[in-house]
């Protein structure tokens, strides 16, 4: 069992910055080791959009081309932590943000929210104009 607790929402104004933090906790100690991990974004109204992924190894990323200037993806394996960085942000940021992960994941796979197996609670994210 894996399970992700987001945090480090909020409410900020535009240009602001936010880092958003993801932990794993699972019943085995080296579980984070082998997840690949995404942040998706749900904004009102809308569906679901990828924001960012990592390899389980973080040789990989992936940003969004809305966001790739801005934020950055990063992950701590000794900390079991994924972390997004988000910076110059604009109202069109305001959303829920997720995080999510797979086992042994085929980076391919890494931008499709189906293709996931864990997904944390969503952490809200406010940006004022």
């Avoid at 940021?93 to 931008?111: E, G, H, I, L, M």
């Amino acid at each position: 069992q894996v399970n992700l607790v987001e945090s480090g929402g909020g409410l900020v104004q535009t240009g602001a910055s936010l880092r958003l933090s993801c932990v794993v906790s699972a019943t085995s100690e080296r579980a984070f080791l082998i997840l690949g991990m995404a942040w998706f974004r749900r904004a009102p109204g809308k569906e679901p959009e990828v924001v960012a992924a990592i390899s389980f190894d973080g040789e990989r990323t992936y940003l969004a081309d809305t966001v790739k200037d801005r934020f950055i993806i990063s992950r701590d394996n000794a900390k079991n932590t994924m972390t997004l960085q988000m910076n110059a942000m604009k109202p069109e940021d305001t959303a829920v943000y997720y995080c999510a992960a797979k086992p042994f994941q085929n980076w391919a796979d890494s931008r499709l929210a189906a293709k996931y197996d864990y997904w944390g609670q969503g952490t809200h994210v406010t940006v004022s104009s």
